[in-house]
């Protein structure tokens, strides 16, 4: 699902860290952004959010019925570096991929939500695969990047890949023995928690030794407890989502997924969307992001009416938060198929059009033979196989302030926060 760092929220946290680092550390000078490939949706610096804007605008196309462009698939399939790992974006696709390429779980897990979901690249889609296999931490969870600890986000977005790829996460496990599903639910609340309010949610990473709840791995682990992912089609029946009942019985990912269900439902109903609290900000403002993220969840989980208020306030309240933004526009798209609702009428904005005017112009015309006689060929990356590369300090000083605060879904990428 959307579980994702953003630009912006990067280059805010690193300032942030900058001010309290040695000299040594000294912010670099900043880089010329890159040139705008033609096949890439979007005109904003794609170097965090690449392939994650491409695959869901992809997935989002798919899912209402226009053909991409065959630029737009054979942009995302020339990302793939040649032991399957994706990064957040390679100016240069046609160097090979190397230990200096930060490779991502995020981007490799939508990139083969994706790529599955056009069909016709089985040989990527199991190469991403196996490469999220081959960098599972012990306790079964995934971090953002290779090495680092395993996250209540990203752990879950690994998961909807896996189960999209054909693997069951049940039998993904670790050398230490432990599951995919294991990772998955030691980062749910339970019935100890406190607020109430928050039991049944699930947290991002501990912090201070408490995992906070975060409604962004919340929704992002109910689409993994259900073997889904962010393309959900409506369902046929509607009950009210219901929180975590206690004392709780043994957990499962169904279970757990409902309990999860039944908090973001609650935590929607106060101001009928959610909030996040931005550094240095006195006040909360209105998660757009996570708002959509939580519809889709409460949709996937049979609980649409539980998402309706919300969602009339994402018809009335998105279209500044989404114009000329791909990875927005298709996370609304799919908020609209997830419930049933019309995507060319999303209160005054027609998401498709929107969508499609952001990307190569011919989606429309594209044709299933033309789309795979542009993807044939394989990436441009050579033979050589970069493994788990190590995280750049510059990385690391971003993530690392980023995993404190609030920061919600900013322009493209979201990094779960608390």
């Known amino acids: ?153 990203s752990t879950p977005l690994v998961i909807s890949a896996l189960v999209a790829a054909g693997e069951k996460p049940a039998d993904v496990k670790s050398k230490a023995g432990k599951s995919a599903y294991d990772a998955l639910l030691s980062f749910q609340l339970g019935c100890a928690t406190e607020p109430a309010a928050d039991r049944g949610a699930f947290g991002y990473q501990l912090q201070d030794g408490k995992l906070p709840a975060n409604a962004g791995a919340s929704a992002a682990s109910v689409l993994a407890g259900l073997g889904t992912g962010p393309v959900v089609a409506p369902a046929a029946t509607d009950t009210p989502a219901a929180a975590l009942e206690c004392p709780a019985g043994a957990k499962d990912p169904a279970a757990a997924a409902q309990a999860s269900a039944g908090y973001l439902a609650e935590a929607l109903k106060k101001d009928g969307h959610l909030v996040v609290k931005t550094p240095g900000a006195e006040t909360v403002t209105a998660d757009v992001g996570n708002t959509a993220d939580a519809v889709i969840a409460l949709a996937a989980a049979g609980h649409k009416q539980s998402a309706a208020g919300a969602l009339e306030w994402l018809k009335a309240n998105s279209a500044e938060w989404s114009k000329g933004n791909p990875a927005a526009l298709a996370t609304l798209v799919l908020t609209a198929h997830a419930t049933g609702t019309d995507p060319k009428a999303f209160g005054a904005t027609d998401l498709v059009a929107a969508l499609n005017a952001t990307g190569p112009s011919d989606a429309a015309a594209a044709t299933p033979q033309q789309s795979a006689a542009a993807d044939a060929g394989p990436s441009a990356d050579s033979a050589k196989d970069s493994g788990s590369s190590p995280i750049g300090i510059w990385w690391i000083v971003g993530l690392g302030a980023v995993a404190g605060v609030g920061i919600g879904f900013v322009m493209s990428r979201r990094k779960q926060q608390p």
């Open 1 to 153: 699902m959307n579980v994702h760092r953003s630009a912006a929220a990067l280059v805010a946290s690193a300032v942030l860290c900058v001010g309290a680092a040695p000299a040594a550390l000294a912010a670099p000078s900043p880089s010329p952004a890159p040139v705008i490939p033609s096949g890439l949706f979007g005109k904003g610096d794609p170097t965090f959010d690449g392939v994650w804007r491409q695959s869901f605008a992809l997935l989002a196309q798919q899912a209402v019925g226009v053909r991409p462009a065959p630029q737009a698939v054979g942009w995302l399939t020339g990302q793939q570096c040649a032991n399957g790992a994706f990064a957040a974006f390679r100016a240069d696709s046609g160097a090979a991929c190397d230990a200096n390429t930060v490779l991502d779980t995020n981007a490799t897990a939508v990139a083969v939500q994706a790529l599955r979901a056009l069909g016709g690249h089985d040989a990527a889609v199991k190469k991403g695969a196996d490469w999220l296999k081959s960098v599972q931490n012990e306790d079964g969870g995934w971090p953002y990047n290779p090495g680092a600890p395993s996250e209540g986000s």
